[in-house]
């Protein structure tokens, strides 16, 4: 492969042909969803795979027809080799910033599965090595392009519901003994898996940022949790009083549910979370109900030819790096709060970028997940 680096970030994926992407991890997340999605995102390209899996990248490179496949040490060449235009990762959290670190200086553009990181630290790190390099950053927040939860955020800003008063969320699964997301060094534990999910959910409903937040988290006797929380209940504090509290673990059944209540109605997502089946809302307002249902859609693809669209347009993504901040600050509060006890307040902080249902993008559903190759879910 030549080897050849890109001088300025801009030069990457320019208007018109489709954007070239290696996806780096081949774990579940990947397997199952995001290279089948390649195939409903006309404008995007799946030119590489990058794992220290062989198995993985012989079965998947034959059965996606992929040009290129390496090592995670051989990342850097294929970076600088001008094959690629953007990365999606989908490692393990611990490893999000040094791998966006390096896509960044080769001039690359970065798709990053969300917990954005395991600090706000190394998210800022991330942010830097972006926009120093002139490449776009983007977490891959996918139900920003889902029609229930955008159709639940016009109607929270409607007015329907009255006045916003509070946000309750449960989301809960249980999570094999093995699976990575009980390794504390790897940025493991519900509030990072899962329960980032109940607070940006908050955070876009609401329209606003918490101004403090305060957590509570259990282990049982289960071996399980050794190193990371089983289940954990968060709180925030918006202005004007209003709160939002919510339950992750990952020890109980599945579960993935979320309700916006004003002085007027209600409007409750069940499930809420969720990309391998449809999505629902119960809508009710005084004496009145409405029931919606959402036909299951591939959740992966929209946030491809949304990113891929803005690197050829040359527009910042929403959601962005600071996007993935936001919660990042949040959850690193709650896991002071849990350790300390008590309330504790957050920085002023606005968002001028909120999604919309401008971002909703449907496309089809994949029939059926793939088969895996050396990879589970976290359930089995």
Request: hydrophobic share 35%; charged share 30%; glycine share 6%.
């Amino acid at each position: 492969m030549a080897r050849r680096r890109s001088s300025t970030g801009s030069s990457r994926g320019k208007r018109g042909g489709r954007v070239r992407y290696a996806v780096v991890g081949l774990g579940h997340i990947a397997q199952a969803a995001v290279l089948p999605a390649f195939r409903h995102a006309r404008n995007s390209e799946l030119v590489a795979l990058v794992s220290d899996d062989a198995r993985k990248l012989e079965v998947l490179r034959k059965r996606y027809r992929v040009k290129h496949a390496c090592s995670y040490e051989d990342l850097d060449s294929l970076l600088s080799s001008g094959e690629i235009d953007a990365v999606y990762i989908a490692l393990p959290n611990h490893l999000h910033r040094d791998f966006t670190e390096r896509a960044a200086r080769a001039g690359v553009h970065i798709l990053c599965e969300k917990p954005m990181a395991v600090t706000a630290r190394d998210c800022e790190a991330m942010i830097r090595a972006a926009r120093s390099n002139r490449v776009k950053l983007m977490i891959a927040y996918r139900l920003h392009f889902e029609r229930a939860n955008l159709e639940a955020v016009k109607i929270a800003r409607s007015g329907r519901l009255g006045e916003l008063r509070f946000f309750s969320s449960d989301f809960s699964m249980q999570v094999s003994e093995d699976n990575i997301r009980l390794e504390r060094r790897k940025g493991g534990g519900p509030i990072y898996d899962i329960g980032v999910y109940c607070i940006n959910a908050a955070r876009y409903l609401m329209g606003e940022e918490p101004v403090a937040v305060s957590a509570v988290a259990t282990r049982s006797a289960d071996p399980r949790f050794k190193e990371v929380d089983e289940t954990m209940i968060g709180t925030m504090r918006f202005r004007d009083e209003r709160l939002a509290s919510f339950t992750c673990s990952f020890g109980a059944a599945d579960r993935s549910t979320f309700t916006l209540t004003g002085t007027k109605g209600s409007i409750t997502l069940d499930p809420a979370y969720e990309y391998a089946e449809g999505l629902a809302y119960v809508l009710k307002v005084g004496e009145s109900e409405r029931k919606k249902r959402f036909a299951k859609s591939d959740q992966f693809a929209p946030e491809l030819v949304y990113f891929s669209d803005c690197i050829r347009r040359n527009r910042d993504p929403e959601p962005s790096g600071e996007e993935g901040l936001a919660d990042l600050r949040i959850i690193e509060a709650m896991l002071r709060s849990q350790r300390t006890g008590r309330w504790v307040s957050l920085p002023k902080a606005t968002r001028k970028r909120r999604p919309t249902l401008r971002q909703e993008k449907r496309r089809p559903a994949v029939p059926r997940e793939p088969r895996l190759v050396h990879a589970e879910s976290a359930s089995q």
